[in-house]
């Protein structure tokens, strides 16, 4: 059995009980590299083999998968944040699919979340924001075209990009063509939970220049919108008038 677990935005205590429980109970590991805190391998057992999956192939990865089921044992792709997102996990799980290998997916925490927490921030607020756009800018890996993000910033919604924190001019000048202003407000948050933390609060007229100043090019996400300085509106789910499911409005 192939358990696929989301390791978290970096604190180890921000995995999942189930996680960490699999952890403990793992045969073999394959951990993703410098993203996943490797104070969460301590969790193994005295007798569990460890593989960094940075220094290996797709086909290097299944092939230890593959191996340790062929000997009747357990092993833990263990991803950073949630798999769901950039963890390129579908195509591992559609490989064991097509031999027979039976996985379950056990959810984490992603760095949005994290990021998010460390600002002390509310991605979607009544009167500013309802959506919530997660991407990336285009670099060596490309996005499908009707994904650029010029056309991303056209809602003007809030915003975060992975595996942009080396792009920054880009990122900016992408944000400006959609409905984004250099006034509007914008963060970095660098290694999001883990004990290296960094937040550099800046806007997105100053986003590269900010990034630069503070030496941020990797293990980052960038935040973009008007959630990060709002004059929002009250919740109508807690306001006194509003009827709910479970109470009634009061009278005014």
Same mark, same amino acid.
């Given at each position: 059995m192939v358990h696929f677990v989301g390791a978290g935005p970096g604190a180890p205590d921000l995995i999942t009980l189930r996680g960490a429980r699999l952890l403990r109970e793992a045969d073999v590991i394959i951990y993703a590299g410098s993203l996943v805190n490797p104070e969460l391998l301590q969790l193994a057992g005295p007798d569990c083999r460890i593989y960094n999956s940075a220094e290996m192939t797709l086909e290097q990865v299944l092939g230890v998968m593959a191996?340790?089921? !062929?000997?009747?044992? *357990?092993?833990?792709?263990?991803? *950073?944040?949630?798999? =769901?997102?950039?963890g390129a996990v579908r195509e591992q799980m559609d490989a064991l699919d097509a031999v027979g290998i039976a996985y379950d997916d056990t959810?984490?925490?992603s760095s949005f979340c994290g990021a998010a927490a460390a600002l002390n921030a509310e991605y979607t607020l009544?009167?500013?924001? !309802?959506?919530? #756009? #997660?991407? /990336?800018?285009?670099g060596r890996t490309p996005v499908p075209?009707?994904?650029?993000l010029a056309a991303l910033a056209s809602h003007g919604a809030s915003m975060v990009l992975f595996l942009s924190a080396g792009m920054l001019e880009k990122? !900016?000048?992408g944000l400006l063509q959609g409905a984004f202003v250099s006034s509007t407000p914008a963060a970095i948050?660098?290694?999001?939970?883990w004990p290296e933390e960094k #937040?550099? /609060? =800046?806007?997105?007229?100053?986003? %590269?220049? @900010?990034?630069?100043k503070a030496g941020i090019r990797s293990t980052a996400l960038i935040l973009a919108g008007d959630f990060l300085q709002p004059e929002y509106e009250r919740s /109508?789910?807690?306001?006194? %008038? +509003?009827?709910?499911? +479970? /109470?009634?409005?009061? @009278?005014?």
């Open positions: 191996a340790a089921e !062929q000997a009747g044992q *357990t092993t833990v792709r263990l991803h *950073t944040g949630d798999p =769901c997102l950039y959810p984490g925490v009544p009167g500013v924001s !309802q959506t919530l #756009i #997660i991407s /990336r800018q285009a075209e009707k994904e650029n990122v !900016q000048e948050v660098y290694k999001a939970t #937040i550099v /609060r =800046c806007t997105v007229g100053t986003l %590269a220049e @900010s990034g630069r /109508r789910l807690y306001d006194p %008038a +509003f009827t709910t499911g +479970f /109470r009634k409005g009061e @009278s005014k």
